[in-house]
């Protein structure tokens, strides 16, 4: 038997640096979508940011919220106190709180938080010092990605969780990084590749995708990636960068569907005839005359 799928709805900032907005997409992500997770982030902009960069335009001004780059992101940042409070409304709705910290500074706030689980973006996955951290002080589950990582530094990674004893909490995701990625950059057989190399020794494979659809879930999820991770969002055109490669709720809660039927379907047959198919085995078979 296929182990469940676990659907994580990605918001990450795609609340627009609105809390009720959050909040509502806690509330649909839980009761309308059925997703298992809803993801934010957390960052400490000042930190993760050298000086130039963070005084510097956006690279894309139409979705910007600030005057520089610095501005943008600390007017989608939530402070720990209201992550506090996503994580009660996720308790209240009945979804699991996540968020993908990209600092030291926001590993340890989120820690401080007790989540189920954390995530490192695969921008930050050589962010060694942070990593080190969580290992040492945070118990719960940490899922990381693998866009745009040189095989060399996934074996470090592994290595550095192995040698912590915390490999069996890894959840590594096959992914790759871009917004939204063209079906033939996908490389769906990166799941395969992992599996065999890694998934004697982590939690679990999983897949991030950044594409458009939910077809390639389903695949990604038949050739053994337990853990689905879609951007999410409640209307598509919205100003901001990831919203154009993120499913709105209908989209999340086909996707949810599908793995749930995939799920079903991944068998063999429990005998050589099913009941199902006796009554028209009686009536359609061949009989030689």
Known sequence: MYKKPR?????????????????????????????????????????????????APHPNPANSYGDTYGAHREFLEFDVEQHRQLKEWCEEFGITYSTSVWDLTSAKEIASLKPELIKIPSACNNHYEMLEWLCDNYEGEIHLSFGMTMHEEEDKIVRLFEDKGRNKDLVIYSCTSGYP???????????????????????????????????VDIAAYTLGATTIERHYTLDRTWKGTDHAASLEPNGIRRLKNDLVATNKALSYKKEE?????????????????
């Not at 990450?12 to 059925?34: P, R, V």
């Not at 079906?183 to 679990?204: M, N, Q, T």
Request: charged fraction near 35%.
């Open 7 to 55: 659907l994580i709805a990605e918001a990450g900032c795609n609340h627009k640096g609105e809390l009720e907005i959050a909040k509502e997409l806690i509330k649909i992500a839980s009761i309308f979508c059925k997703a298992d997770v809803i993801k934010f982030q957390k960052r400490n902009n000042k930190e993760l940011l050298t000086k130039e960069q963070y005084n």
């Open 181 to 215: 990625v063209p079906y033939e950059d996908i490389a769906l057989l990166e799941i395969v590749r992992l599996k065999d190399k890694f998934g004697a020794r982590v939690k679990e494979v999983g897949f991030s995708g950044h594409h458009l659809g939910v077809a």
């Open 273 to 289: 005839i099913l009941d199902i198919e006796k009554v028209q085995r009686e009536k359609l078979k061949y009989r030689e005359r």
